[in-house]
């Protein structure tokens, strides 16, 4: 799917137009992967448009670049504003939003720490991740010939975007050989996580989902779904699940910004429990939109209202 051009795109400070946001091919970060990243949706609300857990994705952005001694200049308060004044200056409504920060221009040793730490937001409109049938229908996924990252090697804790070299290779077999995504097993075998999502499994009435040591990324709409699904009172387990689970649960789905709540139906063409959004998705689902569409109290604070735009603020 290509873009949809916004007008502005926010770099280290000042809005640049979408062309003209440019780096220099000798920039660290695009001979290393030398970045750390965050992607979150926007939503439209009764209210206005509001940004899913805003501060949750600053923080993360934040942490990723601890992990990797990345200095970024701007507080978790700074990019924040920066994030609302690019949603406000391009008059977008529901949107991706996409910042990124990375190792520049300085010279190309291995080493980064010679290089700035830049840092880039971009936003735009984007439609559904897992194509526009997936949040009902349901995807027909693989589990990957490739495995995560195995634990300290590239740490799965942190958006880096070098990650993302092992999820091309999840996604690209996936596309490949017919499937919509993924799932990544974790060096031991255990069950870890999509290319670009989380995965949770319904098994004999209990929620699943891998932990963190199953070299997964901490997903903020994993947490969100299990907030929701514990105040609902479903018994919630972050735990190791074995490849053959994911063929013998009542219901499997992934979670992510990108993602949102998606059933998957079959799973190496093996029909997963009734083949579509079982009871327990279609449950969490709803409650997850009615939630981020504004629909239901704002329990847990996790909308920002999208001010007015009055100028640039960071
Ligand atoms: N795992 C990976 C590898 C991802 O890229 C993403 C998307 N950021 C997720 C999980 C889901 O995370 P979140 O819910 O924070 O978008």
Redesign the pocket.
């Known amino acids: 799917m290509p873009f949809k051009k916004a007008e502005y795109i926010w770099m280290n400070g000042e809005m640049v137009k979408w062309d003209d946001a440019k780096i220099h091919v000798l920039s660290h970060v695009v001979h290393y992967g030398s970045s750390v990243f965050?992607?979150?949706r926007t939503y439209v609300t009764d209210q206005g448009t509001v940004c899913f857990?805003l501060r949750?994705?600053s923080i993360?952005l934040r942490n990723s670049a601890k992990i990797y001694r990345m200095d970024i200049k701007y507080s978790e308060e700074e990019i924040d504003r920066a994030i609302l004044d690019l949603i406000g200056i391009n008059g977008l409504k529901g949107c991706y939003v996409r910042p990124v920060a990375y190792r520049g221009y300085d010279s190309l040793g291995v080493d980064p720490t010679p290089c700035p730490v830049d840092l880039t937001i971009a936003a735009w409109e984007w439609g559904k991740y897992l194509g526009p049938e997936a949040l009902e229908q349901g995807v027909s996924v693989c589990v990957s010939t490739w495995n995560r990252m195995a634990p300290n090697t590239m740490p799965?804790m942190a958006?880096c975007g070098a990650?993302?070299a092992n999820?091309q290779l999840i996604k690209m077999e996936a596309i490949r050989k017919g499937y919509v995504e993924g799932i990544a097993l974790d060096p031991a075998g255990h069950v870890s996580?999509?290319?670009?999502?989380?995965i949770f499994v319904v098994y004999r009435g209990d929620l699943i989902t891998p932990p963190f040591a199953a070299c997964?990324?901490?997903?903020?709409?994993?947490?969100?779904i299990i907030t929701l699904a514990r105040d609902m009172g479903l018994n919630v387990k972050e735990q190791n699940i074995p490849r053959e689970m994911l063929y013998l649960a009542d219901e499997v789905f992934?979670?992510?910004?990108?993602?949102e709540v998606t059933p998957i139906s079959k799973i190496d063409d093996i029909v997963v429990g009734a083949g579509k959004a079982g009871p327990i998705t279609k449950k969490l689902q709803t409650a997850f939109f009615d939630y981020v569409e504004g629909r239901a109290a704002d329990k847990y604070n996790w909308l920002t209202l999208v001010p007015e735009y009055k100028g640039v603020s960071v």
């Open positions: 965050e992607g979150m857990r949750e994705h993360r799965p958006k990650n993302y999820g996580e999509g290319s670009g999502e989380n997964v990324l901490p997903g903020i709409t994993r947490d969100t992934f979670t992510g910004s990108a993602a």
